[in-house]
């Protein structure tokens, strides 16, 4: 009897340390894009060796972001924005060094991912990278599909692009969400996939959307008149500080509704 007692309690420790061991530290989105006052990324592990795991709902499908490749073939790069309660990320690997789609499972919008790897700062946001190297891979799990995130609602323009270094508000507080402009209208740009559009709403405010050739917005016809657009709230910022170049990624023309809440493009002719 002692002798199966101490098996036991031996069986039992030895999965407590498994589990231990097993066991992933997830760390909130949130943390991980600390900004200071100019909007430079203050997370400790950025630019370190040190792997993160980040867990939340994928806002796009893998290709939907994809650009052009100078030679006019379409970029495999993998650029997935994972959301979870307290910000957005993107989590990418460039095609063209290598790395991108190829090396990677696919992620379908609604997927809710796992992801863990090295740390990175582009264009103004800290993402999840392999450091141009696919040799320093990140890890993708999908552990369920399916989920819907609800965007944010954002009924007019005026001070969504303002920085603020505590994310509280502004273009940081919305920087990798989903959002959803209400009630614009596109005002300038060519209707072309690789585009950069300007929306305003009623009072005037405006805002840049990109088209980006992998969501094939453009192969449908423009809608007209008032708008509601959704898509991922996105900063491409090259230059220090890193307190601007907010825009906004539709993922496909299915995010383009008129405001009256259809979606449908034979009734968007009523807007002409």
């Known amino acids: 009897m002692k002798r199966n007692t101490g098996i036991l309690a031996l069986l039992i420790a030895l999965c407590t340390i498994s589990t231990i061991v097993c066991a992933q530290t997830i760390t909130s989105i949130g943390e991980i ?32 972001f994809c650009g052009m490749n100078e030679d006019g073939s379409m970029a495999m790069d993998f650029i997935v924005f994972v959301q979870d309660e307290t910000g957005g990320m993107q989590v990418y ?14 992620v379908k919008q609604g997927d809710r991912i796992r992801a863990t790897g090295l740390t990175g700062h582009f264009g103004g946001k800290t993402n999840m990278n392999d450091r141009h190297n696919p040799d320093q891979t990140f890890e993708i799990t999908v552990l ?75 192969d449908s016809v423009q809608p007209q ?38 979606s449908m493009v034979e009734e968007w002719n009523v807007y002409k």
Do not use: C, H
């Open 33 to 64: 894009n600390q900004v200071d006052d100019q909007g430079n990324p203050v997370f400790a592990g950025l630019q370190t060796t040190d792997k993160y795991t980040i867990e939340g709902v994928a806002v796009n499908s893998t290709g939907a």
């Open 93 to 106: 690997s460039g095609g063209w060094y290598g790395g991108g789609m190829a090396l990677y499972p696919e």
């Open 144 to 218: 369920s599909s399916g989920e819907e995130i609800k965007p944010i609602a954002i009924e007019n323009l005026a001070g969504v692009s303002d920085f603020d270094a505590t994310r509280a508000t502004g273009g940081e507080y919305y920087q990798g969400r989903l959002v959803e402009f209400k009630n614009v209208q596109i005002i300038e740009g060519e209707w072309q996939n690789g585009s950069m559009l300007t929306v305003a709403d009623g009072q005037g405010n405006t805002f840049t959307v990109e088209l980006r050739q992998g969501t094939k917005i453009a």
């Open 225 to 262: 008149g008032s708008l509601n657009i959704v898509g991922v709230f996105n900063q491409e910022d090259t230059e220090a500080p890193f307190m601007e170049s907010y825009l906004l990624w539709p993922r496909s023309i299915e995010d383009f509704k008129s405001a009256d809440g259809s």
